[in-house]
């Protein structure tokens, strides 16, 4: 795959990771049971997303990066594991539905060990994501 695929798949996780940030904005506000898992599942998705955009910015400046340019499977894994939990975590219309009845019967779809290991992956991808540019950053 090429860096334009490779930028291009870099962008659809950053716009996913945003998304499920504000979801879990949403559930926040919402549910007072889960909010320390909620937040702290935010705050990850938040740093994979900002470690996202900075290798998006250094593929685009530098088409040579050997080792990021190589992360393509990974970031297209990161992109499907973002859109199963966004999959989980989005109500869709039924959210609609209870706000319109008045219903308030949001509920936090994830169990404890469900959010632990979404933050352990979360948190793994982001430190190869870290490493590739740590690597590629000495070589330029």
């Known amino acids: 795959m090429d860096a334009i695929s ?28 889960a909010r320390g ?8 998705i938040a740093g994979l997303q900002g470690t996202l ?8 400046n530098n088409d040579r990066m050997a080792t990021s340019s190589g992360l393509v499977n990974n970031i297209i894994s990161c992109l499907s594991d973002l859109e199963a939990l966004e999959a989980r975590l989005n109500p869709g219309k039924g959210k609609k539905l209870m706000k319109t009845v008045g219903l ?27 490493l590739s540019l740590q690597v590629d950053q000495r070589y330029v």
């Open 37 to 44: 898992e909620i937040f702290t599942l935010q705050q990850v």
């Open 104 to 130: 308030r019967a949001l509920k936090w779809p994830l169990k404890r060990t469900e959010v632990e290991g979404a933050i352990k992956n979360l948190e793994r991808y982001k430190s190869l994501f870290l």
């Open 6 to 33: 490779s930028a291009a798949s870099i962008i659809a996780v950053i716009q996913l990771a945003g998304t499920i940030v504000k979801l879990c904005g949403g559930y926040i506000q919402e549910i007072k049971d």
């Open 53 to 60: 955009q900075d290798l998006h910015k250094l593929l685009q």
